[in-house]
């Protein structure tokens, strides 16, 4: 099994600032994307792909990576991007995610 | 607008059974392969399962595999999970959501439906 580790597992940062998430594969992925979720909701896809951005999503979302390191950048935090962020790759016909970066705002 | 509805879920004692149900609409649901997701209260995410459009294939994660079962009725667009044996560790809160893509990623998600297994 392909195990994802994210970092860092929390950060708090303040509206505007640029924020780098990075989720590390235990071997290399063939699909990867990234996922939002806010307190009481469901997961949202942002990032397909590894760097394609999922429809709606606002382009302040990119995604970047292969093989076995990948980020999330935020270029411009806002407000509402609160949430956890989760990775998620695909090999074969076996899913995981990673454990999970809490983005807090100051 | 895609929408699902998961439905189902309970307290329930160890060792015993539960179904879980997940009514699609707004869109072709014969056409998609469909998974849950589930998530323990203050956890992250772990995928359970996927069936594939046609019935014909499913897969499971290691934790559930011999003890849920996924299946579909295409003719009611209703997406199922049996859950058997049921442990304390499968409390959770599961999603279903839409497989989409060759990469297999999960465009749209249900909000839930809580499984608690507690004696």
């Known amino acids: 099994e392909i195990v994802l580790t994210q970092s860092p597992a929390t950060l708090s940062l303040s509206p505007g600032e640029r924020v780098t998430l990075s989720c590390r594969a235990s071997?290399?992925?063939?699909?990867f994307a990234w996922y939002q979720q806010k307190p009481g909701q469901a997961p949202r896809l942002l990032i397909y792909d590894a760097s394609n951005r999922a429809t709606g999503i606002p382009a302040r979302f990119s995604g970047s990576g292969s093989g076995t390191d990948f980020t999330l950048t935020i270029s411009s935090l806002e407000p509402e991007d609160s949430a956890v962020y989760y990775c998620?790759?695909?090999?074969?016909?076996?899913?995981?995610f990673g454990q999970g970066t809490k983005v807090e705002i100051k | 607008q895609v929408q699902l509805v998961e439905s189902g879920g309970g307290v329930v004692q160890p060792g015993r059974s539960l179904r879980l149900s997940c009514a699609a609409s707004a869109f072709t649901f014969i056409g998609y392969s469909m998974h849950w997701v589930r998530q323990a209260p203050g956890k992250g995410l772990e995928w359970v399962a996927i069936i594939s459009y046609d019935e014909v294939t499913t897969y499971y994660a290691d934790s559930v595999k011999g003890r849920f079962t996924i299946s579909r009725d295409n003719s009611r667009n209703t997406l199922y999970l049996q859950m058997n044996s049921l442990r304390a560790e499968d409390t959770a809160l599961y999603y279903c959501?839409?497989?989409?893509?060759?990469?297999?990623?999960?465009?749209?998600w249900g909000q839930g439906t809580l499984v608690t297994v507690s004696s």
């Open positions: 959501a839409r497989d989409w893509s060759s990469g297999g990623y999960f465009d749209y």
């Open positions: 071997q290399s992925v063939s699909y």
């Open positions: 998620q790759q695909r090999t074969k016909w076996l899913w995981t």
